[in-house]
């Protein structure tokens, strides 16, 4: 069995809000891995006195230890009671109904000798390469899916001058007409502290026969493909298998590098917390 991770910050005067691990159960059968991506909350208060690394590391705590230690339970209960678990411990001090309670973007999988489970909860993404090189990807589409009104106000902002105070006030409506879509019907789900989220999860089941691989990215580390377009999933499968998950931060980096005001490949942070998980079982 072969596992390689690695994980960077986008910033690095400021704490990496991802989180990536994986666990081998004493048994040695099968696996699990865990990949979150810390969502960033605004400037003003955001109702917890914890911070996103505080809570991506208690709930990736939590996922994985239920991952490998309740095999009984599907990876959509394990993030449900993983959510409560880490609820549970700031409940009293915080006020977790606030719309930008600590969140994050989820991608689990587990794998026995016959089976692998898989859950992507938002847009990060799983990468499941079969033995033939082809590769499926397991995406959370409905934050790309926004009601075209919404969709309008982002092209709308991306066409104003950089640095303008016409685009940083269009830029804040148009953040807060996504806040509104966030966990609500029709818009997109991030876990955060309603254990009901799972539900909403992407999952699913594929035989272990004939999977060759696993890779985990959080959307700082997609971006090589979505955002940059340098290569395909299966190109991005292929680099990482071959030359590691830095060299796919590496390649990253160079493309932000190129592009510092995201004139050529519009994204909203021009460096991103990326983080990759590599497993061939």
Not at 181 to 208: I, M, Q, Y
């Amino acid at each position: 069995m072969r596992i390689e991770l690695a994980t960077e910050p986008g910033d690095a005067q400021h704490p990496n809000e991802d989180y990536a691990s994986v666990a081998l159960p004493a048994s040695g059968q099968g696996g699990a891995l865990v990949l979150l991506d810390g969502v960033t909350p605004p400037e003003e208060d955001y109702g917890c006195r914890h911070t996103v690394p505080w809570f991506t590391a208690r709930l990736g705590g939590a996922m994985l230890e239920l991952s490998v230690s309740r095999r009984d339970m599907t990876l959509p209960e394990v993030l449900s009671a993983a959510i409560s678990r880490t609820a549970d411990i700031h409940r009293d001090t915080c006020d977790l109904s606030h719309p930008r309670t600590p969140q994050a973007t989820v991608v689990a999988a587990r794998w026995s000798g016959v089976a692998v489970e898989y859950l992507v909860l938002s847009d990060s993404v799983l990468l499941l390469e079969r033995a033939d090189g082809s590769v499926h990807p397991v995406l959370d589409r409905r934050l790309d899916e926004l009601p075209p009104a919404v969709q309008d106000r982002r092209a709308a902002v991306r066409a104003l001058p950089r640095g303008s105070a016409e685009r940083a006030a269009a830029g804040r409506k148009y953040a807060r007409a996504v806040e509104a879509l966030r966990n609500a019907e029709g818009g997109f789900f991030t876990a955060a502290a309603d254990p009901a989220v799972a539900t909403r999860a992407v999952s699913g089941t594929a035989a272990r026969e004939g999977l060759r691989s696993l890779t985990a990215l959080s959307d700082g580390a997609g971006r090589w493909t979505e955002v940059f377009h340098e290569g395909s999933w299966a190109d991005c499968v292929a680099l990482v298998s071959e030359r590691g998950p830095q060299a796919l931060i590496d390649r990253v980096r160079a493309a932000e590098a190129a592009d510092p005001e995201g004139a050529a490949y519009p994204r909203g942070k021009a460096r991103d917390d990326a983080a990759v998980i590599f497993v061939a079982p």
